[in-house]
Structure formats: structure tokens, C-alpha cells
């Protein structure tokens, strides 16, 4: 299991993000606050996509942005083929972190 830390907001939201562990189990996508589970999708049931203010996952009809601290590493492990140009370059200094 590959977990990173952030931190999830609503687009509309202006008060404090809530910080998040984010966990990718199984091909689900989890995020726990201090307190509870927030959500466990399966990563085929939402859509993520980055952008410059973070990562916005789309299912069941909401919209969540995901803030994370390791966001290259993140992009990775999801397979992410899009992302903006900064995040682009970082997800491939990791890569070749990796070889």
C-alpha cells in the first residue's frame, strides 16, 4: 500500500483544508482524516485529473480537491498521463529517481 499525506477542500470552500492521509490500497483511493474515514473509492469509479491548485477528483456527482504534500510520487503511483507543466517535471525527476 502507497499512502501520502494532504489535504481535501471543496472548490467552493475557503476555510482550512481538512488534512488527509491519502492511502491507494487495491486500486481504491482512500482518505482518512484524525478522526474518520472521509472516502474509499475504486480509482475506475472517479475521475482525477491535476491541476495547478491540486488534484480534483470527480464521482458521484461531487468535486473534491486533493492537495498532496508528495504530489509527483502521487501522479506516479496513479498513472497519471496529464498534469501541469511544473508537476510534469517533477513526476519526471522521480521517475528517473527510480531507475
Request: proline share 20%; net charge positive; hydrophobic share 60%.
Given at each position: 500500500m502507497t499512502s501520502f499525506d494532504g489535504s481535501l477542500r471543496t472548490p467552493d470552500e475557503a476555510e482550512?483544508?481538512?488534512?488527509?492521509v491519502i492511502d491507494l490500497p487495491d486500486e481504491r483511493l482512500r482518505l482518512l482524516s484524525d478522526v474518520a474515514e472521509i472516502a474509499n473509492w475504486r480509482l475506475g469509479d472517479i475521475q482525477i485529473s491535476a491541476k495547478s491548485d491540486g488534484f480534483h477528483i470527480r464521482g458521484t456527482g461531487e468535486e473534491l480537491i486533493l492537495k498532496v504534500d508528495q504530489d509527483a510520487q502521487f501522479a506516479v503511483a496513479l498513472d497519471l498521463r496529464s498534469a501541469p507543466v511544473d508537476l510534469a517535471r517533477r513526476m519526471a525527476v522521480y521517475r528517473d529517481s527510480l531507475r
Open positions: 482550512v483544508p481538512v488534512r488527509v
